[in-house]
């Protein structure tokens, strides 16, 4: 039998790891609780509002930064701006070999919005929360990315880039054969050939979702964890847990840049 303050530490947790859920119940809309067991068709309303959200933010900053641009010294959000857009720049000349005007624009894209959304993982656990509570919203999850329900929406979105691109510049002959001759070189081998591709190909948008999704889940539950030792023994490990994440949050968005730039520069390929 867990004692009174592990049931509190545990009803604690579980509430800051609960999406706001939306859902249609007995014939109307339904919050939360009564989405338990609503099934698949459950929006997870915080995952979206702050999704949407930060997008807008993004494409505010970097639409204002354009505008305002000049061409002489920069402010120090222009020069910010300019230092991400020249690095994304470089990731795409050195990763992508192939001629499409989409794939920075879209690089710069996932770049800026996965660490927005990771970045939240810096707002203090209780703020957002308990700010909620206020209007009487009582679950609520602020960093997108820990839901896989978001992870896995971006990594489809390149799977589906993958297979338009890799058809447009192959032919659905040629994208088949890819599939088939590789990597053994027998005729008969053809089939086993196809499966592991297959296997290889699917694998990649799994790969993308649950990596970004499993190191933010763990990094925001360790930091509910620590919320819950009390107010006075979590600052040390708060900010030790926080200055860690520095790297953490910019290199998971980095990484699923990158991979998503190779992705397509091996959609583009054309043997």
């Not at 995952?47 to 949407?52: A, C, H, M, N, Q």
């Not at 509570?133 to 839901?147: A, E, F, N």
């Not at 040390?236 to 998503?260: D, E, S």
Request: with cysteine.
């Amino acid at each position: 039998m867990a004692s009174s303050a592990e049931i509190t530490s545990q009803e604690y947790i579980s509430h800051h790891l609960t999406n706001a859920k939306m859902c249609m119940a007995d014939g109307g809309v339904a919050f939360n609780k009564a989405c338990t067991d609503a099934g698949f068709w459950t929006l997870h309303v915080d995952t979206l509002g702050w999704s949407i959200f930060l997008g807008m933010v993004f494409l505010y900053i970097f639409r204002s930064v354009a505008k305002k641009a000049e061409t002489g010294v920069p402010g120090k959000l222009q020069c910010a701006i300019e230092m991400i857009v020249e690095f994304v720049d470089d990731s795409v000349k050195s990763s992508f070999h192939g001629k499409n005007p989409v794939i920075a624009p879209l690089a710069l894209t996932i770049f800026v919005w996965v660490f927005l959304m990771n970045a939240m993982d810096w707002v203090p656990v209780d703020l957002i929360p308990t700010l909620a509570g206020l209007v009487g919203i009582h679950y609520i999850k602020s960093v997108p990315t820990t839901d896989i329900n978001m992870t896995l929406a971006l990594a489809l979105g390149v799977f589906w880039l993958i297979i338009y691109y890799s058809i447009k510049v192959k032919g659905v002959g040629g994208f088949i054969k890819e599939l088939s001759v590789q990597p053994f070189g027998h005729w008969t081998l053809y089939p086993v050939n196809f499966v592991l591709e297959v296997v290889t190909l699917l694998a990649r948008p799994l790969s993308l979702a649950l990596r970004l999704f499993g190191n933010l889940y763990a990094g925001e539950l360790i930091f509910i964890l620590i919320a819950t030792m009390g107010v006075w023994q979590i600052f040390g490990p708060h900010f030790l847990w926080a200055a860690f994440h520095l790297l953490v949050i910019p290199l998971q968005a980095f990484i699923f840049m990158t991979l998503t730039i190779v992705y397509l520069s091996l959609a583009h390929e054309d043997h």
